[in-house]
């Protein structure tokens, strides 16, 4: 079973609103990935989390706050988000680092 | 010069036709390569990985090429079910995509 899954898979919020990402895998992947996809362009990394730990932050605002409270769950906080941050987020796993990723279905956000 | 650059077509098939997609990158560390398949608003979805010595599954065929930096998609006898977006992927330091090939197979 190669499943990732996320909720909610659409989200509305104001730009005052404090909302969360969550994201589950079951595949005993050690490593977690926050990507942001805008429409027709390709998934920008945002976060990596490996064995539980953050090991990559691509310079995201602090405005995403990503939080690994355990290896199969992988949540992204979000507070005071800006309309151009309305996109695609996507979650993915993958065994450990350097290996395939397996996307979930995504969060589609929309700011207002 | 951006690290992993897809031609983002159009390619318009017929059924039956052979297309190819080429994807090349900057980073020569790089160590591990990918095909994925995106429909429209869905996420991507693991095709292949693409090993030194080539892979083949089916009616699809990766190719890497490290000496030139680039990896190669070959799809045969194309369907109609094989229109979508293939996104290449490149992993270096971490995962990097390219900006995708919109395929679109017609009858």
């Known amino acids: 079973d190669t499943e990732v899954t996320q909720t909610p898979k659409h989200l509305v919020m104001g730009m005052t609103n404090k909302k969360s990402l969550k994201c589950e895998q079951h595949m005993g992947h050690r490593a977690m990935y926050w990507y942001k996809q805008k429409a027709k362009k390709p998934p920008e990394l945002m976060f990596v989390y490996s064995y539980e730990k953050l090991s990559i932050n691509e310079s995201v605002p602090s405005r995403f706050s990503p939080e690994c409270p355990n290896s199969s769950l992988l949540n992204l906080h979000l507070h005071a988000l800006q309309p151009e941050d309305s996109a695609l987020y996507l979650c993915?796993?993958?065994?450990?680092?350097?290996?395939?990723?397996?996307f979930g279905p995504g969060t589609r956000l929309t700011v207002t | 010069r951006k690290e992993v650059e897809q031609d983002p077509g159009p390619f318009n098939v017929p059924e039956g036709a052979t297309v190819a997609f080429n994807c090349t990158y900057s980073?020569?560390?790089?160590?591990?390569f990918f095909w994925y398949r995106q429909d429209c608003r869905k996420e991507p979805k693991l095709l292949m990985s693409?090993?030194?010595s080539g892979n083949e599954d089916g009616r699809f065929t990766a190719q890497l090429n490290r000496a030139s930096q680039y990896i190669s998609l070959l799809i045969r006898d194309s369907k109609l079910s094989d229109s979508a977006t293939y996104l290449c992927a490149v992993e270096g330091n971490d995962m990097r995509f390219g900006a995708g090939t919109r395929l679109t197979v017609k009858p």
């Open positions: 693409v090993y030194s």
């Open positions: 980073n020569s560390a790089s160590q591990s």
């Open positions: 993915a796993s993958s065994p450990d680092g350097y290996l395939e990723q397996y």
